[in-house]
């Protein structure tokens, strides 16, 4: 990207937290409100409150800091912790945490914004599909494979592809309603209604991976 200029970072004090939050904040509002290519590293430094060679000593360039966004954005409701699987905790407790969590994400206004902006922008520029994709959806996947591999290696749960089943786990969560969402034709769940979504996706999981008898 030609919106990164010279700027070298040598060794110093730790960065700033609270400007790294405030750029991360920033770069949201503005790739969601502006667009991608409309979204410059100097808007971004304005509206964080911060000079550019700060913007820039957190984040390398623009392609880097679209990609901390996104992270940064799934890291709210799907911390990387929340694929461990913790002693004494039944998997059934795990898996309807995990549900509840990417079922709050993906019905997020920001995150429908997101997906909106990369349906427009990704045939315009296939590789920031591919920067979005890396980032979130496939950070996501990851982490479910590596988490039902585990509980197929303990025995609760008999998953012979753990990354298709990650793939239909959280495609059952998305549903019709995510579908509807994303071409403005309907309302995301909430309440006992969501819950009541992800209580039988994570249902419909645990019968269909049950280990056959005997």
Avoid: W
């Amino acid at each position: 990207m030609s919106d990164n200029p010279s700027v070298t970072i040598g060794p110093g004090r730790p960065k700033d937290l609270a400007k790294r939050q405030a750029i991360l904040e920033a770069a949201k509002n503005l790739f969601l409100s502006n667009g991608y290519a409309s979204t410059s590293m100097d808007a971004v430094a304005a509206e964080a409150g911060v000079s550019k060679l700060t913007v820039y000593s957190h984040f390398t360039d623009k392609e880097t800091l679209f990609t901390a966004a996104v992270v940064a954005k799934c890291e709210e409701q799907l911390p990387t912790l929340i694929f461990e699987l913790p002693p004494e905790v039944p998997v059934h407790a795990v898996l309807l945490n995990i549900a509840r969590g990417f079922h709050q994400l993906v019905n997020s206004d920001e995150s429908v914004n997101l997906h909106r902006l990369i349906m427009t922008l990704g045939t315009q520029d296939p590789r920031l599909s591919q920067i979005f994709l890396e980032a979130g959806p496939e950070r996501v996947l990851q982490g479910m494979e590596r988490l039902l591999g585990r509980i197929n290696q303990l025995g609760t749960l008999h998953i012979e592809k753990p990354r298709n089943a990650a793939e239909h786990f959280f495609c059952m969560l998305k549903g019709g309603a995510n579908f509807r969402l994303l071409f403005g034709c309907g309302e995301p769940l909430c309440g006992p209604a969501a819950e009541e979504h992800v209580q039988e996706v994570v249902d419909l999981f645990m019968r269909a991976y049950r280990p056959e008898p005997g």
